[in-house]
Nanobody, 124 residues
């Protein structure tokens, strides 16, 4: 497994931007597909972005498509989530996760390594 640590969360006004980072330990980071999830108050954890092992394929649900961008730098063992045009409903704890394998993973059950999460709060 790979160990993951998120950073970059915080408080931002509606319409603002944040960039989350997820640093991974281990030499096999490039063999993992990666994803960002979020869990808002009273809500289930949901996948909001996923990326393949080389970064060539990405996935976004409609709720964030066009506003969020996932990317990765395998040389730095880091995956990023650029969030623009933030809305109050984006308020949640954001988690990065790793799925063993090369392809984009869209099922939560595919992910077997999780970070501790970082809080994002969007004020209206």
């Amino acid at each position: 497994q790979v160990q993951l640590v998120e950073s970059g969360g915080g408080l931002v006004q509606a319409g603002g931007s944040l960039r989350l980072s997820c640093a991974a330990s281990g030499r096999t980071f490039s063999s993992y597909a990666m994803g960002w999830f979020r869990q808002g108050p009273g809500r289930e954890r949901e996948l909001i972005a996923a990326i393949s092992w080389l970064g060539g394929v990405t996935y976004y649900p409609d709720s964030v498509k066009g506003r969020f961008t996932i990317s990765r730098d395998n040389a730095k063992n880091t995956v990023y989530l650029q969030m623009n045009s933030l809305k109050p409903e984006d308020t949640a704890v954001y988690f990065c996760a790793a799925a063993k394998g090369q392809s984009v993973a869209t099922l939560t059950s595919s992910y077997n390594s999780w970070g501790q999460g970082t809080q994002v709060t969007v004020s209206s």
